[in-house]
Structures are given as structure tokens and as C-alpha cells.
């Protein structure tokens, strides 16, 4: 089966440009994650998607991302205005349902200067 | 909500075992347990679904004690491929989380 797939790869951006990111999750797969994950710290979750809606986007600073997930398929991730401190790799995984496996995508490499 | 993992890092010679514990505030319905390397993307162990169940495959296995919401994975004879970040992971309600990470080296 075709893994998740994310583009870019990588992304440089001044602070206060916007940017966005594109993933496409493993066919048939319900739920749909970002995580923001910092050097040397583990992934953070940003949001979940459980099909199209929200499960959890606690995490998410509201004031300058936002997600989508376009008939529960594919999901954007976007950030306006950028910080210094969006500076990070963003990861998006799928899984098929509770108590399965998350699948990952290669994620992207964001770095704001 | 994020689970704590124990210890933070680790070092060990080829050959050595390694204790990798993760514990959660909440009650878990399941607990994951991922490794990444440098540059890359986490990369999926194994999952335990059931309190006491205990699972491994090749040197590698973990069990979960649900009434303590704590897991273990067990690195027996480690190998120089051993080598990254373990992270658990787990589903408490419908809210999946990762581990504060536990960084091992195995040096030849």
C-alpha cells in the first residue's frame, strides 16, 4: 500500500511569511494527526482528525494555525504569521482506527529565519 | 496528558539488555511503542491492547500493566541497529499522545 505522503519536504521562510503543508493519508485511514516536533524533543501533537472532524486540537495555537481535512482525506496545515519558534519538522501520520498503528509521512522541514 | 518515559537516555555496549518504562496519569485504552533515528520518521515496534499482555518479536519486547497505566519495552542482546529514540504512545479516550523519549546508543 502507498505510505502517507507529505510535501514539501522543506521549507524556509522568513518570520511573518505564512506557509502550508499538504498530506495525504494511507486510503481508508479515518484518523489523521500533525505533530510539531522540535529537535531533540518527541513529536507534539497539534491536532487529530477523526475522519473530517476535530478529536483534539488543544495543543494547536489557534492565534496562527489552522488545519483543515478536505472530505476526510487529504488535510492542510498552515501557519500565518510564522515565528522564529514554528521553526521545527512537522510530521503527519495516519492510523485505521483506534488501537492500530500510526503511519508516518516523511515530514517537513520548516525553518524560519 | 503526555506520558513520562524512563530514563531519558542510555548507553550500551553490543550485546547488553536495556529497561525502557513508560507511565501515564490516565487510564489507557492501548500503549504504542515507536523508534526513530536521526532525520527520520518514527517507525512503529509494536502495540499492546490488553493489561498484562506482553508482546516481542526478534529481541525486542514489551508488556503493559494496565492497572499501574505503565509499560515496559525490553531490548534484550542489543544490537549497533538498536540505536535512536524510543517513544511510547498512547491512546487514552480517542486522544493518541507520544512519550517524553528515551534516547539509546549502542557503541560496538
Known amino acids: 500500500e502507498a505510505g502517507v505522503a507529505q510535501s514539501p519536504r522543506y521549507k524556509i521562510i522568513e518570520k511573518r511569511q505564512s506557509v502550508a503543508f499538504w498530506c495525504n493519508p494511507i486510503?481508508?485511514?479515518?484518523?489523521l494527526y500533525w505533530y510539531q516536533q522540535i529537535l531533540g524533543q518527541g513529536p507534539k501533537l497539534l491536532i487529530q482528525?477523526?475522519?473530517?472532524?476535530?478529536?483534539?486540537d488543544s495543543q494547536l495555537p489557534k492565534d496562527r494555525f489552522s488545519a483543515e481535512r478536505l472530505k476526510g482525506v487529504d488535510s492542510t496545515l498552515k501557519i500565518q504569521p510564522a515565528k522564529l519558534e514554528d521553526s521545527a519538522v512537522y510530521l503527519c501520520?495516519?492510523?485505521?482506527?483506534?488501537?492500530?498503528?500510526?503511519?508516518f509521512g516523511n515530514g517537513t522541514r520548516l525553518t524560519v529565519t | 496528558q503526555q506520558p513520562v518515559q524512563s530514563p531519558q537516555a542510555v548507553i550500551l555496549r553490543e550485546g547488553e539488555d536495556a529497561v525502557i518504562n513508560c507511565s501515564s496519569s490516565?487510564?489507557?485504552?492501548?500503549v504504542h511503542w515507536y523508534r526513530q533515528k536521526h532525520g527520520e520518521a518514527p517507525v512503529f515496534l509494536m502495540i499492546?491492547?490488553?493489561?498484562?499482555e506482553q508482546k516481542g518479536h526478534d529481541k525486542i519486547s514489551a508488556s503493559f500493566n494496565e492497572k499501574k497505566q505503565q509499560s515496559s519495552l525490553y531490548l534484550t542482546a542489543s544490537q549497533l541497529s538498536y540505536s535512536g529514540t524510543y517513544f511510547c504512545?498512547?491512546?487514552?479516550?480517542?486522544?493518541?499522545?507520544f512519550g517524553t523519549g528515551t534516547s539509546l546508543t549502542v557503541i560496538p
Open positions: 501520520a495516519s492510523s485505521l482506527d483506534r488501537g492500530t498503528p500510526l503511519h
Open positions: 486510503s481508508g485511514h479515518a484518523t
Open positions: 482528525f477523526q475522519n473530517n472532524g476535530v478529536v483534539d
Open positions: 490516565k487510564a489507557l485504552y492501548s
Open positions: 499492546l491492547l490488553k493489561g498484562g
Open positions: 504512545g498512547t491512546e487514552m479516550g480517542n486522544q493518541f499522545y
